[in-house]
């Protein structure tokens, strides 16, 4: 059968915990069309499905691309590319197992591929970013969690069960602070969102100094690094305490996969020298010594976004093609 119609296009859709941004890709890795939502505002988990196919389906007809779409991937926090759920994620209001891609593909009759999150920004990565024409790199996602993946000869690395790379979740502080997932002294139980403001609490509870960040409505990262940038000692140390954490996790991962670089993504990696600086020079100190000074630490420069729309859509050019419409 001689076929006329070209599925020349996928979608990828990025779910995060605060948003859900979707979007039309061609074959080129153009975004033709886009949208997105707020995913809080959508704590049952059937209601979330019906808004996202919803808008799925309607992004479709506004464009006149039901012809040519071929499949759909999914970039989600604690996602298994092997088994295409979201499996006990600490962060998101769903928990559990959620068989995310079926539910996707039962609705829209399309197929439908979902990978972690952090492996999806490594595949935007080394599609648009920093790790193009890289064959071993790992990335680390620093924002409300902390998730990294890493590439080995040009190939994702998922282990046997599809977690490969659970960085955040590695003890770097033995009967620690409580992590989300359960365990203690966890490293994104320091590093992470909720880590980083634990650590100017501490801080501000052990000692009268003053600070900006006593004054401050809401307290963040983003917050804090506008005190640093003002002087404020004590939010400089919040950050330095960061990056010992940070760079005693990245010089033990650097050391078990010996990668060209380690790419820092996600909103904390924007803290900049405030971070990076105590990260590089702890990372120094405690890495290999026979890779010191050839792993090169890179801040991530894609727009956070657009990369993990694109990433997800790699995603989707590689899942076997189904529809219920042929």
Known sequence: MIETATK????????????????????????????GFRTSDYPVLNDYVAVLCEHIVNLMMD?????????????????????????????????????MAAMLRDRIGLAVALGNDSHVIALGEHAFGSAHGMSDFAIVTLGHGLGSAFFSQRQFHLGADGFAGELGHTCIEEGGRLCECGLRGCLEAYC?????????????EASDAPSLMRDLDHLSPRTIVDCCEQGDEMAIEV???????????????????DPEAIIIAGGISKAGKWLMEPTEES????????????????????NDRERDVLGASALAWDVKEYSLFK
């Open 283 to 302: 990372f120094n100190r405690h890495v290999f010594r026979n890779i010191r000074g050839k792993v090169r630490l890179i801040v991530s420069s894609l």
């Open 8 to 35: 020349d296009k996928v979608i990828g859709i990025d779910i995060s915990l605060e948003r859900t941004t979707y979007a039309i890709v061609d074959i080129r890795g153009n975004i033709l069309a886009s949208g």
């Open 239 to 257: 950050f330095r305490r960061t990056g010992e954490y940070f760079g005693r996790g990245l010089a033990t991962y650097a050391s078990i996969i």
């Open 63 to 99: 464009n006149n691309a039901f012809e040519s779409i071929r499949s759909v991937g999914i970039s989600a926090p604690s996602g298994n590319y092997k088994t295409g759920c979201i499996e006990n994620s600490p962060n998101m209001p769903w928990k559990g197992v959620i068989p």
């Open 192 to 204: 992470a969102e909720k880590g980083i403001i634990r650590t100017a609490k501490d801080l501000m």
